[in-house]
């Protein structure tokens, strides 16, 4: 949806070239740029796919002509939200490996926007979990999802299905109760206390987004004080709120904010 229906694909790649490259680069050479681009990206026959028309090639081409478009003028941070959306798995896969293979070939960062959490663990090496607007987990990759320290990554988790998981545990997929703030009226404190199974008195005010281990931090009232930390003890098993009001916790200094939101 982002490429243009009645315009060549030669003159969205071409034309974004020129733009910022005007007294450096002729045309002849932005084509030629444009042309290597395609290649690069798996496109075969690139000089005779410049002057094609969007609707002639599939869904995984046109993700393909994105990514050429996107780093056609070699910028230090590609944003790729949600890039492999209506792709089917195979296609999937081919783009993950090729966001990868840019991001080693080429240098350049890739900000990757997904709901998708095994695209999270298959690509990125830190991950940032957001929750009505602000973010309430960030940390290494391997480490938010293995023992997460906020309770809505958490429930991500439980949330997608797992062949690990006894028969009778995986018939019914967990869901979060409730729903989603009104983002014109957010919650006082935590945005997340409303719906949160381990919500104690304290997430009335709002939590800074503290380091709890070596860059790895959350936003959670709960984390930062509890030890262990309650949905660790048992992973996947929610308590009930008067349970995690209840929870014994042993007071830790936190770090300093490393950000503020």
């Known amino acids: 949806t982002s490429l243009n229906p009645v315009w060549r694909i030669a003159r969205q790649i071409v ?12 045309r002849k050479q932005a084509t030629a740029r444009a042309i290597g681009l395609l290649q690069r990206m798996g496109i075969a026959e690139p000089a ?6 969007p609707h002639q090639f599939s869904g995984g081409m046109r993700q393909r002509v994105m990514l050429a478009i996107g780093f056609g003028n070699q910028p230090p941070l590609v944003i790729a939200d949600e890039p492999t959306t209506a792709l089917d798995v195979t296609i999937q896969r ?9 991001n080693r070939d080429l240098g350049a960062s890739i900000l990757l ?3 998708d959490l095994g695209v999270v663990a298959s690509l990125c090496h830190r991950a940032v979990v957001m929750y009505a607007g602000e973010i309430v987990e960030v940390g290494p990759t391997a480490q938010v999802l293995s023992a997460p320290l906020h309770p809505y990554t958490q429930s991500l988790l439980d949330a997608v299905p797992r062949l690990d998981r006894p028969a009778a545990a995986s018939r019914h997929l967990r869901v979060i109760e409730g729903q989603p703030p009104d983002p014109r009226s957010h919650p006082p404190g935590c945005r997340f206390a409303p719906r949160c199974p381990y919500r104690i008195e304290r997430c009335a005010t709002h939590p800074e987004l503290v380091d709890i281990t ?5 936003a959670c009232w709960v984390a930062q ?20 009001a209840a929870a014994t916790t042993a007071e830790v200094t936190p770090a300093a904010p490393i950000l503020r939101i």
Request: charged share 20%; no cysteine.
């Open 214 to 218: 070596a860059g790895h931090g959350t």
């Open 48 to 53: 005779r796919a410049l002057d094609s028309y």
């Open 15 to 26: 034309d974004g070239i020129l733009i910022h490259n005007k007294r450096r680069t002729t």
């Open 94 to 102: 081919e783009i993950l490996n090729l966001l990868h293979e840019l």
């Open 113 to 115: 926007i997904t709901h």
């Open 225 to 244: 004080a509890t030890r262990p930390i309650p949905w660790h003890r048992a992973p996947g098993a929610h308590l009930a709120p008067a349970a995690a």
